[in-house]
């Protein structure tokens, strides 16, 4: 199904050293939720930021968000937001989220999510103590 949304890239140019595929992982799994939840003709943006205290990805965007007892489920194994009956009608094993918490755990990094400015959600994972080229 084509959703013509529009996905931007912005922020600083960084290498993180690591294992490709675990990185590779994390942000495919982050960047296909928010392609999931996004409506058509939505809106993602990538952003890469770099500064003193690490390298953060975050991903924004303008679907229908989550509430703050979603957000706390949400790394649970198995839980979908709107269970299978969610109004993206996208399907899923509810795993991508409680698979990057575990792949975040292993570099040491931290995850937060927010309510985005674009109307959906934000998801900022913050590298630090990890070497950049």
Request: no cysteine.
């Amino acid at each position: 199904m084509e959703k013509n949304q529009t996905i931007s890239l912005e922020g600083d140019d960084f290498v993180i050293n690591g294992d490709e595929f675990t990185l590779t992982t994390l942000i495919a799994n982050l960047l296909s939720n928010a392609i999931k939840y996004t409506p058509n003709n939505g809106q993602i943006i990538i952003k890469l930021v770099s500064s003193n205290n690490g390298f953060s990805w975050q991903i924004d965007d303008s679907g229908a968000g989550m509430t703050e007892e979603q957000k706390e489920r949400i790394f649970n194994r198995f839980y979908r937001v709107g269970g299978d009956q969610h109004p993206s009608g996208e399907q899923g094993a509810g795993l991508g989220m409680a698979i990057v918490q575990h792949i975040i755990a292993i570099y040491g990094a931290s995850i937060h999510l927010a309510n985005s400015p674009l109307g959906g959600l934000t998801v900022k994972v913050t590298f630090t103590g990890v070497k950049s080229d």
